[in-house]
């Protein structure tokens, strides 16, 4: 996989960044900063002194290495202002986390990342990046004994075996998902084939909604028109019932009122006439009674009580004359009675009170009748209010032939609530 190198402020490279992928040649005129880019990414791993490597002018280096793995590292070396002044800086940040006390040498973590060199009897070789002054292929170049002594060691030999095993898994997986992904491109290009000359769909369901709300509308506007015809249908229908009518006598703004002022008279005027009938019917039904005072009574229902009372008095009347009777034949001995006065008998008594009794009906009976003569004015007086009611009403209706609320002829007067 590319792992991408970025170097600054390290001898005479200022900023300058480089991918490796793969097996990588640096090639340039001499002092171009081959050396410089090597020493760079060796610095990161051996974390080598900073004096001859801070680029003139500048306060301290930094390399990043980003192996695209999700593994980075950041190495920064030197002094916090230039010229070798303030406090120096030697740090390291190893997947954005920065090291606590780093010390001379490289620390561990960095280490872990797989880059490091291999002792080879006096010399020191590097595996992954080559000098080029010691050939570009590792151990090419080298006597024997280094290079024995180099693949003797096994743990280093498995060490450079599982990392190419590892490359080469790498390289396979990277192949296959890259085929599965031209496979993917080509059936996502046949798919995307199946839709050409269909862009104007898009604009077609614009319009189909544009349609479709212009359907509701005219829907609307139907109904409206179709309920309007519906109303000038009848309107026409009650034009033509009136024809024939030249004019109409429109009532005033009054009428309504003065309608509802006759309707309370008529009904005042039907309670009048009721209240005379029953008294009328009261006055037949005392027809031939002679003079009898039934005492001061304020309805007709109270004079046919009395006359009830009345009937009663009459049998205490017959009692009475018969007592009289009997005191006339008792006469002749009265001389013997004023001598031996007797207590008066229970029976006159009885009459006495009889007596009183119908001195009250008689009362009673007169103020009856001066009643029913008075509700007889009253009843006169009624007929002829009812009358001018009447005649108000036809006064108001005008010339109409027929009665505006039940239609038929002028001949009455509509007393019922409403």
Partial sequence: MPITVR??????????????????????????????????????????PAGPLVRHGAAHLTVEIDFQDGNTVKWEKGWEKPGQKGKTVNRYTVNGQVLPSVGRGCPPEVLELGIRSIRAGTDTLWPQIADQFRGVLF?????????????????RVGVLT????????????????????????????????????????????????????????????????MRLRKRLRDAQGAVDSLQGIDAVTVPSAALPNLAVGARDGCQDLRD?????????????????????????????????????DYNDAQVLHERLTTARRRLVNAEAGA????????????????????????????????????????????????????????ETVRELLGGMDECPTCGSALDHVHVEAV
């Fill in 272 to 308: 009048l006439r009721d209240r005379v009938v029953a008294a009328q019917r009261d006055v037949n039904a005392l027809a031939g009674i002679a003079a009898v005072d039934l005492g001061r009574q304020e309805t007709p229902y109270e004079a046919v009580v009395a006359r009830g």
């Fill in 162 to 225: 599982a990392a190419l095993k590892l490359c080469e898994s790498d390289q396979r997986k990277a192949r296959s998902k890259l085929g599965v992904r031209r496979e993917d491109e080509t059936q996502l290009v046949d798919e995307l084939g199946r839709f050409d000359g269909l862009d104007i769909v898009e604009e077609l369901v614009v319009a189909i909604g544009a349609v479709d709300q212009l359907r509701i509308k005219a829907a609307t506007e139907l109904g409206a028109a």
């Fill in 7 to 48: 170097v600054r402020e390290f001898q005479s490279i200022e900023d300058a960044t480089v991918v490796l992928d793969g097996f990588t040649v640096i090639t340039g005129a001499n002092n171009s900063g081959k050396t410089a880019l090597v020493r760079a990414i060796r610095g990161v791993f051996t974390n080598a």
């Fill in 139 to 155: 151990l090419v170049g080298s006597p024997g004994s280094a290079t024995a002594e180099a693949i003797a060691n096994v743990e």
């Fill in 335 to 390: 001389s013997v009675c004023e001598a031996h006065p007797m207590p008066e008998p229970k029976q006159a008594v009885k009459v006495q009170a009889a007596l009183r009794v119908l001195g009250a009906f008689r009362e009673r009976r007169d103020n009856a009748l001066t009643l029913i003569a008075d509700l007889a004015v009253d009843m006169g007086d009624a007929e002829t209010a009812l009358a001018e009611a009447a």
